[in-house]
């Protein structure tokens, strides 16, 4: 029992359960008895079958198909949309990023399309004089959240993530770090940042 | 003193109010030509180089570590002003978990990586030169596990890993597209034009192929850290589903390509992850944290 129990918790550990979505297959594809491609195909599906995901499994689907029940690649389908739901909401956000204001304010700000259009208006009259005169607390409280890495290291090992040497495909090519530099004499940021070296 | 100026320069980049008083310019307690070096600034002569011939694209050309760690927290006190941090200390210490997690697992590990939760309902995440990484809460409740938030992050931490940002202000001002930017010929219009230029990028975005190398990079970054690297994907597909139109996504869909572009971008990379597959996505404690 507690090896089922055990095989039970990997699995979930692995797979992840959504409520049942809508889903439309995006190109012929096959539908496999079990989530790898050795596996024996269940049916041929062709592009543009409405199919329901039951939940996701590492690089694979499990669906309900017109054909029957399996597995598809995961990129083979894309989710349905969802319907609109309404965005009076919707709109203060916009206006929030657009320079509300305040530390932890969810003010109101500007709400029109142009707000979208134009992104972040950070650079008005008043958001300028306010920005320098808060700089250093912002500043204060990205340090506060920040963790040392002793404590992620533990968040790691409760969650089982194993750390895995894994390079980047070829088309990748790194950028070269910068040089170090001189630490300005006007009071630096806090970034002397060893691991084990975080103080509070 | 090419590195005073890009601090200086970094300093500027919110436009901060100048003030001329007697002993020069002020930016924000940087003074600038003839002040006092005692008076807590980094006195420079600013001056004194744009007669020597340089311009910003010449300045931006050698941005070094301690200046791009300025640039980059001053630019994410642009974005804070604007769009204050959650006020919630439990989901900004879990996001910072993460972050410091993936940040163990990739590289500039020298870098003073911050992590923020915006209270915005839109649906964005943001990258600051020097490692300030931020998400909107509106995005991080459309996420479905761990693994998701880990991709987003990730994704966030590639464009600093790669210095998208400061690469395409150079660009910009090089190449005489932004040529208020390359043909400032006075400190206070120099660092205006810098200050917009980034402004200008988080709001019309970066280069496509900047953002296909941020998702490539992300997915194995979040691998190397031990999640399923799908996460990646079923981001994109949630994206996917967001209709254009709504204003909470607005922005982002200006800013990036579309999701089933970069879903297509990732497809043929997406084999050298078959032996990480079944690593954990941590959907449940995600759900868990409030």
């Known amino acids: 029992m507690n090896r089922i129990l055990l095989a039970i918790l990997i699995s979930a550990l692995a797979s992840v359960t959504i409520a049942a979505k ?7 594809t096959t539908l496999y008895e079990q989530p790898f491609r050795d596996a024996s195909t269940v049916a041929e599906l062709d592009a543009d079958t409405a199919v329901t995901i ?6 694979w689907y499990q669906i309900i198909s017109p054909k029957g029940e399996g ?31 305040g530390l932890f304010s969810t003010g ?9 259009a134009t992104g972040l208006k950070g650079l008005e009259e008043e958001t300028i004089q306010r920005s320098t005169v808060r700089r250093t607390l912002t500043q204060q409280l990205l340090d506060q959240n920040a963790v040392p890495g002793n404590q992620a290291r533990v968040f790691a090992r409760d969650g089982k993530l194993q750390s895995r040497q894994l390079g980047y495909p070829d088309s990748i090519s790194l950028e070269p770090e910068p040089s170090p530099g001189e630490v300005p004499a006007a009071a630096a940021p806090k970034q002397q940042q060893k691991d084990e070296d975080w103080e509070f | 003193m090419h590195k005073t100026v890009m601090t200086t320069l970094a300093a500027s980049l919110l436009a901060i109010s100048t ?28 001056g004194e180089l744009f007669k020597a011939g340089k311009n910003a694209a010449t300045l931006l050309d050698e941005v070094d570590l301690q200046e791009e760690i300025a ?14 941090l959650l006020n919630n200390p439990v ?37 600051a030169p020097g490692g300030y990484i931020f998400i909107t809460y509106g995005l991080y409740q459309k996420l479905n596990s761990e693994a998701e938030l880990a991709a987003v992050l990730a994704h966030e ?61 992300g997915m194995v970054i979040a691998t190397r850290a031990g999640y399923d690297p799908y996460g990646m994907v079923a981001v994109l597909q949630m994206l996917d589903t967001l209709r254009p139109d709504d204003d909470a996504v607005a922005l982002m869909f200006k800013t990036h390509p579309l999701p089933s572009q970069r879903l297509e971008e990732l497809e043929p990379q997406l084999g050298i992850l078959d032996p990480y597959a079944e690593q954990p996505g941590l959907a449940t404690r995600f759900q868990t944290v409030r």
Do not use: C
């Not at chain 1, 809508?22 to 012929?28: G, K, L, N, P, S």
């Not at chain 2, 597209?177 to 810098?194: D, F, G, H, I």
């Open chain 1, 108 to 116: 109101r700000g500007s709400t029109s399309d142009e707000a979208a």
């Open chain 2, 157 to 217: 931490m590639a464009h600093v890993i790669q210095r998208h940002h400061v690469r395409t202000l150079k660009k910009n001002a090089a190449s005489g597209l932004a040529t208020s930017l390359a043909s400032a010929n006075s400190p206070s219009m120099m660092t205006r034009e810098a200050a917009n230029g980034l402004r200008d990028i988080w709001n019309s975005g970066l280069d496509k192929d900047y953002e296909y190398e941020a998702d490539l990079m």
């Open chain 1, 22 to 28: 809508e889903a439309t297959i995006t190109r012929d």
């Open chain 1, 54 to 59: 039951k939940t996701r499994k590492g690089g």
């Open chain 2, 71 to 84: 640039f980059g927290e001053q630019a994410s006190e642009l974005l804070l002003s604007s769009s204050p």
């Open chain 2, 91 to 127: 989901v900004q210490q879990y996001v910072n978990r993460i972050g410091r997690w993936l940040s163990l697992n990739a590289e500039r590990q020298n870098l003073p990586w911050r992590f923020g939760v915006l209270d915005s309902t839109t649906v964005n995440a943001y990258a």
């Open chain 2, 19 to 46: 003030s001329v008083n007697a002993s020069g310019i002020s930016f924000g307690g940087f003074s600038l030509g003839g002040g006092d070096p005692d008076d807590g600034g980094t006195a420079v002569d600013i």
């Open chain 1, 71 to 101: 597995w598809v690649s995961i990129t083979t389908l894309r989710l349905k949309s969802v319907a609109r739901k309404n965005n009076n909401d919707d709109d203060a956000s916009i206006g929030q990023l657009a320079g509300s204001g």
